[in-house]
């Protein structure tokens, strides 16, 4: 058990990696579907780090403040922890303050059958095939590519063929990221690998999950992976061949790329599919709250990572694009988001969740207000701009270094879901608040209301929406304040202390 362990959980490789740099404060963050194995990991990583020396101490952290797959700054913080080694799926966002170090992880894979859905592709059609594929699966990369290049001599073949490369194994938070009021477009987080350690990933400076032009090649970072493509090529002449699950990484695969030729390589059951219509309809989903957002005047932004890099800068962006279009803004910062937290904000018409590529389509069908994500706001709230079929889900995508002038449209007519009739953008500021606010207010508050309690009246006064402050007055619940009516603070109850298991005072009781 415990070499199965060391094997999948690259002990002896994580050792050297903390032991070179000298890291005496170490958390070790889990998924929920690995913790079952967080003791025993442990318990090895400190008996292979006490052959070295000893003196480190190792943390489990797991349910993790925001998403799994991101770099738990906020919980490593907790116990001043020096580096983060971050096991399981990742998106590999860049990190605000710690280094991390990942553990991937190895999932099954049948080379074999892998490499003959490869060569069956590519006799279907004349494309060059891209080969992507979930992090898990990185492990097996020259297994199969050693075993399609033998399969292509048996059968007299020789398709073009590009396997992407995982961008990084150890991130190291950059001087420009440290200060996020400073984040500049063109830097991300310095992703290097200890070249003594694993000298076949190469070196990245840059972590944004986007594209990048020069002169010869076009290099693309997307879900830890990274691949180049020739300057003269488009990525609608690749087929795509994804190998993994039908996951939050495929998804945003599919919809970044929602102009190309896509197979997926089921690894589990060791078959292909190509009907990915379930997502295309998750694309036209997004335009329908792109077009619905337009007429929202109060936005929530809703805080979904405090640990990827940019996310303050972003969220400075949105404010100021908000505020540019005549809305009004509230950042809510609430862990992760559900329909019963965001009830609470009814004013609210519309929220903008700001997180990591993999977690930013929030599914809201069963919320009283849509929630799209950074991009869709951009396309929302700036006057003017239309939907190319272009789908970005990292927000440092949008991210730019000096403001940003929007052309708006002299003549440009939309569709209003609360008029029920088209309507034309170019019109005066005060025209449109005089037109929408209130009714668009009083009529997304009282519908909130009366699905919550039915009572109207507390936030609404003869018809007139309040503002926010007002609505806050008006509730009969306003959260946790300094103000105590009861008893005075020092005489408040001081909870039981100790683990679930046996308080302090059980305890004491049992010792007695």
Same mark, same amino acid.
């Given at each position: 058990?415990?070499?199965?362990?060391?094997?999948?959980?690259?002990? !002896? $490789?994580?050792?050297?990696?903390?032991?070179?740099?000298?890291?005496?404060?170490?958390?070790?963050?889990?998924?929920?579907?690995?913790?079952?194995?967080? !003791?025993?990991?442990?318990?090895?990583?400190?008996?292979?780090?006490?052959?070295? #020396?000893?003196?480190?101490?190792?943390?489990?952290?797991?349910?993790?403040?925001?998403?799994?797959?991101?770099?738990?700054?906020?919980?490593?913080?907790?116990?001043?922890?020096?580096?983060?080694?971050?096991?399981?799926?990742?998106?590999?966002?860049?990190?605000?303050?710690?280094?991390?170090?990942?553990?991937?992880?190895?999932?099954?894979?049948?080379?074999?059958?892998?490499?003959?859905?490869?060569?069956?592709?590519?006799?279907?059609?004349?494309?060059?095939?891209?080969?992507?594929?979930?992090?898990?699966?990185?492990?097996? @990369?020259?297994?199969?590519?050693?075993?399609?290049?033998?399969?292509?001599?048996?059968?007299?073949?020789?398709?073009?063929?590009?396997?992407?490369?995982?961008?990084?194994?150890?991130?190291?938070?950059?001087?420009?990221?440290?200060?996020?009021?400073? *984040?500049?477009?063109?830097?991300?987080?310095?992703?290097?690998?200890?070249?003594?350690?694993?000298?076949?990933?190469?070196?990245?400076?840059?972590?944004?999950?986007?594209?990048?032009?020069?002169?010869?090649?076009?290099?693309?970072?997307?879900?830890?992976? =990274?691949?180049?493509?020739?300057?003269? /090529?488009?990525?609608?002449?690749?087929?795509?061949?994804? +190998? #993994?699950?039908?996951?939050?990484?495929?998804?945003?695969?599919?919809?970044?790329?929602?102009?190309?030729?896509?197979?997926? *390589?089921?690894? +589990?059951?060791?078959?292909?599919?190509?009907?990915?219509?379930?997502?295309?309809?998750?694309?036209?989903?997004?335009?329908?709250?792109?077009?619905?957002?337009?007429?929202?005047? &109060? &936005?929530?932004?809703?805080?979904?990572?405090?640990?990827?890099?940019? *996310?303050?800068?972003? &969220?400075?962006?949105?404010?100021?694009?908000?505020?540019?279009?005549?809305?009004?803004?509230?950042?809510?910062?609430?862990?992760? !988001?559900?329909?019963?937290?965001?009830?609470?904000?009814?004013?609210?018409?519309?929220?903008?969740?700001?997180?990591?590529?993999? =977690?930013?389509? @929030?599914?809201?069908?069963?919320?009283?207000?849509?929630?799209?994500?950074?991009?869709?706001?951009?396309?929302?709230?700036? $006057?003017?701009?239309?939907?190319?079929?272009?789908? @970005?889900?990292?927000?440092?995508?949008?991210?730019?270094?000096?403001?940003?002038?929007? =052309?708006?449209?002299?003549?440009?007519?939309?569709?209003?879901? &609360?008029?029920?009739?088209?309507?034309?953008?170019?019109? =005066?500021?005060?025209?449109?608040?005089?037109?929408?606010?209130?009714?668009?207010?009083?009529?997304?508050?009282?519908?909130? @209301?009366?699905?919550?309690?039915?009572?109207?009246?507390?936030?609404?006064?003869?018809? $007139?929406?309040?503002?926010? +402050?007002?609505?806050?007055?008006?509730?009969?619940?306003?959260?946790?304040?300094?103000?105590? /009516?009861?008893?005075? !603070?020092?005489?408040?109850?001081?909870?039981?202390?100790?683990?679930?298991?046996?308080?302090?005072?059980?305890?004491?009781?049992?010792?007695?």
């Amino acid at each position: 058990m415990e070499a199965d362990v060391g094997s999948r959980y690259e002990i !002896p $490789r994580t050792a050297e990696f903390l032991r070179a740099r000298a890291y005496t404060r170490v958390a070790l963050q889990f998924p929920d579907e690995m913790l079952k194995d967080a !003791p025993a990991v442990a318990r090895a990583l400190r008996r292979e780090l006490s052959s070295g #020396g000893g003196g480190v101490r190792v943390f489990v952290m797991a349910d993790t403040a925001y998403n799994s797959c991101c770099v738990d700054e906020v919980g490593a913080s907790h116990i001043d922890a020096q580096c983060v080694v971050h096991y399981g799926h990742a998106c590999m966002s860049p990190t605000s303050n710690l280094p991390a170090f990942f553990v991937l992880g190895k999932a099954p894979l049948d080379v074999h059958a892998c490499a003959s859905s490869m060569l069956e592709c590519s006799r279907k059609g004349n494309k060059r095939i891209l080969v992507l594929y979930g992090l898990e699966y990185a492990y097996a @990369l020259d297994d199969l590519r050693r075993t399609f290049e033998e399969s292509c001599k048996s059968n007299s073949c020789n398709p073009e063929v590009q396997y992407a490369d995982v961008l990084c194994s150890v991130m190291s938070p950059s001087s420009s990221t440290a200060d996020e009021n400073d *984040y500049p477009q063109s830097s991300g987080t310095s992703c290097h690998v200890d070249l003594s350690i694993k000298s076949d990933v190469p070196t990245f400076l840059d972590n944004r999950c986007s594209m990048e032009c020069s002169s010869s090649t076009h290099k693309y970072n997307l879900g830890g992976v =990274t691949w180049n493509i020739s300057a003269e /090529e488009k990525m609608e002449d690749y087929l795509i061949f994804w +190998i #993994g699950q039908d996951n939050s990484a495929f998804a945003n695969i599919v919809l970044t790329f929602n102009k190309c030729e896509i197979v997926r *390589y089921d690894a +589990i059951k060791s078959q292909l599919s190509t009907d990915f219509s379930h997502l295309m309809k998750v694309l036209r989903r997004r335009y329908y709250l792109v077009e619905k957002a337009k007429d929202a005047n &109060i &936005i929530g932004i809703l805080v979904g990572t405090l640990g990827v890099a940019g *996310y303050l800068h972003v &969220i400075k962006q949105l404010k100021e694009a908000i505020r540019a279009a005549g809305k009004k803004s509230y950042t809510l910062v609430m862990g992760r !988001p559900n329909s019963a937290k965001l009830a609470n904000f009814p004013e609210c018409e519309v929220f903008v969740y700001v997180s990591c590529a993999q =977690t930013a389509l @929030l599914d809201s069908k069963d919320f009283l207000a849509p929630v799209i994500t950074p991009f869709e706001a951009v396309l929302a709230f700036s $006057r003017g701009r239309e939907w190319t079929g272009e789908y @970005l889900l990292d927000f440092k995508d949008l991210i730019t270094s000096e403001k940003q002038e929007v =052309t708006v449209a002299t003549e440009e007519a939309r569709f209003s879901f &609360i008029k029920g009739a088209y309507v034309e953008d170019n019109c =005066t500021q005060e025209s449109m608040e005089q037109s929408e606010t209130s009714l668009t207010l009083a009529e997304v508050t009282e519908k909130a @209301l009366s699905i919550q309690n039915q009572n109207n009246d507390a936030v609404l006064y003869q018809g $007139r929406a309040m503002s926010s +402050i007002d609505y806050l007055k008006a509730r009969s619940y306003r959260g946790l304040t300094g103000d105590y /009516e009861g008893p005075a !603070p020092d005489s408040i109850l001081v909870g039981r202390t100790g683990k679930a298991a046996g308080y302090n005072d059980e305890k004491t009781q049992s010792a007695q």
